[in-house]
T-cell receptor, first 111, second 113 residues
């Protein structure tokens, strides 16, 4: 079983739409959770960390459900510039330095 | 945020040659750096953890004699792909941890012909 699983998409949505991505992880000992954004042929860039209480950053909202080992990202009022691949990233467990990446969900926002 | 650079950004080499990739932390010191590899349409896979002044820790399935890692200073880690083969063609990305955040280099695209 993969450490992190995501729906690869693609998600094609019109500008202004709301879109949600989901992710599940297998290691119940994981402590840290993130959403990264990766543009084509570029390195991943941190979009936001995900906290147990849920957190919001502008148009982006992240949620964590530890019981279900499930993470979500909601993007409201989609912009063309949001088009990218969104990577769900989970730490390796207590005291672990390494991160496990999902394969990413491809989003294209259409004018 | 912290800045991590990589060099070269792109390299094409012939099968059997060795390629060195440099990863630098530009505005901070990194005792630990990470090397990832990403094949097309696949997720980033951790290859090894590079520790300044000591041996790297390799993930299962990664040949340490083929992927040589040297972390000689607090700002530089190098990955050498020895005797490269076409199946080693990939996007190699390094990262460094600052607190709980990881910052990634821009990546090196290796093509072995």
């Amino acid at each position: 079983r993969k450490e992190v699983e995501q729906d690869p998409g693609p998600f094609n949505v019109p500008e202004g739409a709301t879109v949600a991505f989901n992710c599940t992880y297998s290691n119940s000992a994981s402590q840290s959770f993130f959403w990264y954004r990766q543009d084509c042929r570029k390195e991943p860039k941190l979009l936001m960390s995900v906290y147990s209480s849920g957190n919001e950053d502008g148009r982006f909202t992240a949620q964590l459900n530890r019981a279900s080992q499930y993470i979500s990202l909601l993007i409201r009022d989609s912009k063309l510039s949001d088009s990218a691949t969104y990577l769900c990233v989970v730490s390796g467990g207590t005291g672990a330095n390494n991160l496990f990446f999902g394969t990413g969900t491809r989003l294209t926002v259409i004018p | 945020g912290a800045v991590v650079s990589q060099h070269p950004s792109r390299v094409i080499c012939k099968s059997g040659t060795s390629v060195k990739i440099e990863c630098r932390s530009l505005d901070f010191q990194a005792t630990t750096m990470f090397w990832y590899r990403q094949f097309p349409k696949q997720s980033l896979m951790l290859m090894a953890t590079s520790n300044e002044g000591s041996k790297a820790t390799y993930e299962q399935g990664v040949e340490k004699d083929k992927f040589l890692i040297n972390h000689a200073s607090l700002t530089l880690s190098t990955l050498t792909v020895t005797s490269a083969h076409p199946e080693d063609s990939s996007f190699y990305i390094c990262s460094a941890r600052v607190g709980v955040d990881q910052y990634f280099g821009p990546g090196t695209r290796l093509t072995v012909t």
